[in-house]
């Protein structure tokens, strides 16, 4: 698991931002701080809670956010839709970025056994991590005032 100060791990998946595209993370370093909100399950309770926090409280104008979920595409498209998510949703229904990340949760519920972690990193322009939050368990939302600070921190 990279920890602050380490080079943030790249890895590859889906990118859900009204169309759906190929995404690498590597290709949205460098601008600005981009902050990796891990979320177990679209349409879940929390995970809700969570994506609308992000949307309604949390101030993206300095950063790039996206939110990552081992859902397929087509359902974090009819999510993001459904919530009016104005961030890009990345689906990483092959594990690429929990894997790199190394925020797994077994979840052996409605058929599938591995999910992400609630987890928040935040990178530099320079691909470093600089924040990092674990939820000690998935009921728990990260503290927005802080990952405020730490975008603020990074830029």
Request: glycine share 6%.
């Amino acid at each position: 698991m990279p920890h602050v100060g380490d080079d943030a791990p790249d890895f590859t998946g889906s990118l859900v931002d009204g169309d759906i595209a190929p995404f690498e993370l590597a290709d949205h370093l460098g601008d600005e701080p981009v902050v990796l909100a891990f979320f177990p399950a679209a349409f879940s309770n929390t995970c809700t809670d969570e994506m609308e926090a992000l949307r309604d409280g949390f101030d993206r104008d300095d950063c790039t956010l996206f939110g990552v979920s081992t859902d397929l595409p087509h359902a974090l498209a009819a999510y993001r839709a459904q919530y009016d998510l104005p961030f890009a949703l990345v689906g990483d229904p092959d594990h690429n970025a929990i894997e790199a990340y190394d925020v797994i949760e077994d979840f052996e519920r409605y058929g599938v056994e591995t999910v992400a972690q609630r987890a928040v990193f935040v990178i530099d322009a320079d691909g470093t991590v600089t924040y990092r939050w674990l939820a000690d368990n998935a009921g728990q939302e990260p503290d927005y005032d802080e990952l405020d600070e730490a975008v603020d921190e990074a830029a």
